[in-house]
C-alpha cells in the first residue's frame, strides 16, 4: 500500500513538473482541482524548520506536517543536505506532492555580510547596493534557501527603535530608490538559481512605533501615510517583490495583519499587487492580546483581510476548516490565499524543479568567494560617514605608535552586525587584525580594550545576544589604556554599541555612549594625544560631548564581514570616505523624533538658532536641529558648488525644467561626492515638509576637475497627497535647493503655471 502512495505521489510530481509548462492560471487551476480543503489550507501554514527561531519556542511537527500536506513553506533552516530532505518530505510522502518555500531573514548578506543596511543606505550608491542583494541572493540559493524576508523598508524617525538599522534611514524618496534597487537585486527575473523571491516588511509603518519601543502601536493619518511612510513600499510594489510580509503594529486601531484596508484596498486594489502577503512572527497569535478575539476569530479575520500564509501561529491549519464548516469563512477565500501561495511556488520554477536551489556544487563556488568579499568590502568603505576631522588628524599615517582601543576593538562577532543569521564570524577579522594587517612593517598598533561595553554587566549580557565581549575589572583596563595612550602618537577609539544592541528588540531610551565607554573616553581625550572616534552603531547617537571634544569622528556603522579591513582602507587614506547620512544625528535623545523633512509650525525659530526664544517652537535646554543634519558627510578633499542655474524659470504642470550645477573638488585627492537636490513647495493645499530630497546624484571628481551636474525636474517630483488622498500638483512657487547635505543649501525658485 506504501509503494502505491509513494507511486502516486511521484506521477503527480512528474506531471506536475511537465504541466508547468502550460500558463500559471490554467497549471494552478489544474493543481488546486485536485486538492482537499485541508491541503489548500496546509500550504498557507509556514513553520520553523530548525537552525535559528526568533519569538516564543513552538512544536513545530515539520516533519508530519510536511509530509501530510500541512506546510506550504518552511524558514530558517540552511543547507543543501537538510533542505533536500524536508523537500523530500514534501514531494514524495504528501499526497500531492507540492514543492515547499524556504525561507530566511538574508538582511544583508548570506556569509558575506554586507553592511547593515542602514549603513549601506548611507552610501547612496544604488548599483552597489542592487548588487549587494544579488550577492546575498546567490550565496543564500546556493545553501537551499528560495524566499528571503528583505527588504525592509520602514521609514525610521525615531533612533530609539532599535530596528532603524534594518532599513535606510528617514527619507521616502532615497529609501524607495533603495526598495527598488534590492528588489531588483534579489529577484531578477526568476530565471536563474540564483535568483530569489523578496519579501517587503514590515507592511506597514512600523518604523511608527510610539517612543520607538518595538512591537508598540502606530496611529497616523493617512495623508501623513502617503506623503512620507508608504512610498517605499509603493517603490517595492511597483518595482515587482513577489511576496509582503505583514507588521506586527496595528493601523487605525487594527493589528496590520488583519487590516482589510492594508491589504486588499490598498496594497491590491490601489497598487496593484499580485503577490502573496505573509505575517511577521506569530502576529495572528498575538492579535489576541490587541483584544480582538480567540485564535479562530483572529485566524478568520486575517485570512479575509488578504493574509494569506500564517508565520508560526497554526491559526491557518488548525481553525479555517472549522470556520469554513460554521460559515465564518469561504472555501473561496481560502482559494484565493491558497492559489496565491502556489503562484509564487511557480514564479520560482519549484514545479518545473522542485531541486532548482539544491545543488550541492553550489556552495564552494558561489559562497563567500574573494570576488564576493570584495564587494563587500567596497560597499563598506562607502558606507562609513566621516563626521569631524579638526585639522585633518585623518587619514592617518602608517608611522609611529598607535594606540587601539575600546570594547569593540577585538571582537569578531560584532563585526557584522546584527541580523547576520547565517554568519561566520571565525572566517572574519576583529578590527585589531585588520588595522595590524594594514601596517605591518610600518607602525606599531599597541592594543587594549580599555572598558567593558557597559559599567551594568546584566545590562551588556542582555544586548549582546551571543556575540560575547569579555569583561574585565573597568579601574584596571582604564588604567591599561592610560598607558598605552601615553607611548602612542595618536588614540582610535573603537566604542559605541554592540551588533544587537540595535535590531529586533533592542529599542534604547537613551542613545549617548554608554558610562563606562564615556569615562575611558574623556580620560583618553584630557592626555592631549590625537583621539579619533570609531562609532559603531545600528542607528543615529547622541555624540554631543564628542563632537565638541574629540578630534575625529568617523560613523563605520556595523560594516559587515570585511568591517576590519574596510576600516583599515578609509582610516589609513587608501579609499576616500564618501558616505552622507541617512539619518539625522541628534544632540539629544530628547529631540527624537528628528528629521529633517518636517512639516513647519506657526511658531518656527530659524534654523540653526542658539538661543531659547519663548513662544516659539523650541526646547529650553536644547537647539532644534540636529548635531549633524541628514545627508551630512566630510570628506579628505573639500567641494565647491557654484550656483544653481535653471534653463526656465517657469514650468507648465505636463513639463519640466532642468537644473544645473557646477561641483568642483578643492581638495587634494580624489572623491566621490553625493549631490543632493531638494524641493520645497511654498503654498500648497494642506501644509507641506521644509525640504524634501527629490534627487541626488553621486558622482566621483579627480583633484581639481570640475562637473556639471543636471537634474530634470519633473511633475512627478513636486506632486503630494492631499486631504482627499488625490496626488496634485499646485500651481505657483517652488524651492529648489542643491548641496552637500539638507543644511548647507543653495536656493533658487522656479513657478509652476
Known sequence: MRKTIVTIALSLITSAGFAQQKPMREFVDELMSKMTLQEKIGQLNLMVAGDITTGGAMDTQVSGDVARGNMGGVFNIKGVDKIRGLQDLALKKSRMGIPLLVGMDVIHGYETIFPIPLGMACSWDIPAIERSAHIAAKECSADGINWTYSPMVDIALDSRWGRTCEGSGEDPFLGSRIAEAMVRGYQGDYSRTDNIMACLKHFALYGAVEAGRDYNTVDMSRVRMYNQYLPPYKAAVEAGVGSVMSSFNLVDGIPATANHWLLTDLLRNQWKF?????????????????????????????????????????????????????????????????????????????????????????????????????????????SFVLLKNEKNILPLQKKGKIALVGPLANTRANMAGTWCVAYTPDKYSTLKEGLERAVAGKADILYTPGCNLTGDEALQRAAEFGKTIPRGEDSQMKAEALDIAKQADVIVCAMGECADMSGESSSRANLDLPDVQMSLLQALVATGKPVVLLNFSGRATVMKWESDHVNAIMNVWFGGSETADAVADVLFGDVCPSGKLTVSMPQSTGQEPLYYNHLPTGRPVADGTKVYHKYASNYLDVRNDALYPFGYGLSYTSFSYGDIRLNADKMSPDGSIMASVTVKNTGNCAGDEIVQLYIHDRVASISRPVKELKSFRRIHLAAGESKDVTFDVTPDLLKYYDYNLNNILDPGEFDLMIGPNSRDVKSVTFTVK
Do not use: W
Not at 278 to 306: F, N, R
Not at 309 to 319: A, P
Open 274 to 382: 499580485d503577490g502573496f502577503v505573509a505575517t511577521d512572527y506569530g502576529s495572528i497569535g498575538e492579535m489576541s492580546s490587541h483584544g480582538l478575539g480567540d485564535q479562530q476569530v483572529c485566524s478568520a479575520m486575517t485570512l479575509k483581510a488578504g493574509t494569506d500564509m500564517d508565520m508560526c501561529t497554526q491559526g491557518f491549519i488548525k481553525t479555517l476548516e472549522k470556520s469554513v464548516n460554521e460559515g465564518k469563512v469561504s472555501v473561496s477565500d481560502i482559494d484565493v490565499a491558497c492559489r496565491r501561495v502556489l503562484e509564487a511556488k511557480y514564479k520560482l520554477g519549484l514545479f518545473k524543479d522542485p531541486y532548482k536551489y539544491l545543488d550541492p556544487k553550489r556552495r564552494k563556488k558561489d559562497i563567500f568567494t574573494a570576488e564576493n568579499r570584495a564587494a563587500a568590502r567596497s560597499l563598506a568603505t562607502e
